[in-house]
C-alpha cells in the first residue's frame, strides 16, 4: 500500500491539473484503507468486501425494523406482513419476527 501511495505521489507531481485531482483522490481513498488495516491490495479489498456486507445487512434490518408494514386482516385476525404470524391490534412490532407495525 505505501508503494503504491508514494507511486501515486510521483505521478502527482507530474499530472496535469485534472490528473493531480485524481492522484490526490486516489492517494485519499488508499490512506484511508491503509489506517483501517489494509497493508496489501487483497487487505484493501477484503475492507471494501465487508463494508458491502455490512450495507446489505442495515438495508436489510432497516427495512424491517425502522419502516412501517401494515397488517393485514385474514379470517378475523390481523398478520404480521413478514412472517404471517398473528398479531395483536395496536402494538408497534411484531413479537414473532420484530417487523415494525403501522395500523394507519
Known amino acids: 500500500m505505501d508503494e503504491l501511495i508514494t507511486g501515486l505521489g510521483d505521478l502527482r507531481a507530474t499530472a496535469d491539473s485534472k490528473g493531480k485531482g485524481v492522484c490526490q483522490a486516489a492517494v485519499s481513498i ?43 386482516l385474514k379470517d378475523g385476525v390481523w398478520h404480521c406482513p413478514d412472517c404471517n404470524r398473528r398479531v395483536a391490534p395496536n402494538h408497534s412490532f411484531c413479537h414473532r419476527c420484530g417487523r415494525k407495525l403501522g395500523w394507519k
Open 30 to 72: 488508499l490512506f484511508a484503507l491503509s489506517e483501517e488495516g489494509a497493508k496489501t491490495t487483497e487487505d484493501a479489498l477484503d475492507i471494501l468486501h465487508d463494508y458491502r456486507l455490512q450495507g446489505k445487512q442495515y438495508k436489510a434490518l432497516h427495512s424491517k425494523h425502522e419502516i412501517v408494514g401494515k397488517p393485514f
